[in-house]
Nanobody, 120 residues
Framework: VQLVESGGGLVQAGGSLRLSCTAS????????MGWFRQAPGKEREFVAA????????QYATFVKGRFTISRANAQSTVYLQMNSLTPEDTAVYYC??????????????WGQGTQVTVSS
């Protein structure tokens, strides 16, 4: 499977963005999907994950109800709706396919990343 992210950009603090990740190749619906992010000089960190069953989701603590992960298997797409963004959310955001987990080593396919920049 190949993953392509889109939807990143520049937004003011308090604003919103919706990231999309579209998959091609192997059957999308059988994979758990995750979103991770990496800021300059920092480790890649978990943001959110959704199982192949859309009712199973988990979020990083820092999300605090601001982000929502969802998927549309018919479109082979996973989304990350991000609201109430702060400058601390500035990072490259990656989607990944693999096992349902908050650990990046449980995902074996990664997208190229999309930049999110939040200005104060």
């Amino acid at each position: 499977v190949q993953l392509v992210e889109s939807g990143g950009g520049l937004v003011q603090a308090g604003g919103s963005l919706r990231l999309s990740c579209t998959a091609s190749g192997r059957t999308f619906s059988y994979h758990a999907m995750g979103w991770f992010r990496q800021a300059p000089g920092k480790e890649r960190e978990f943001v959110a994950a959704i199982g192949w069953s859309v009712g199973v989701k988990q979020y990083a603590t820092f999300v605090k109800g601001r982000f929502t992960i969802s998927r549309a298997n018919a479109q082979s797409t996973v989304y990350l709706q991000m609201n109430s963004l702060t400058p601390e959310d500035t990072a490259v955001y990656y989607c990944a396919a693999g096992l349902y987990s908050g650990r990046p080593d449980q995902y074996d396919v990664w997208g190229q990343g999309t930049q999110v920049t939040v200005s104060s």
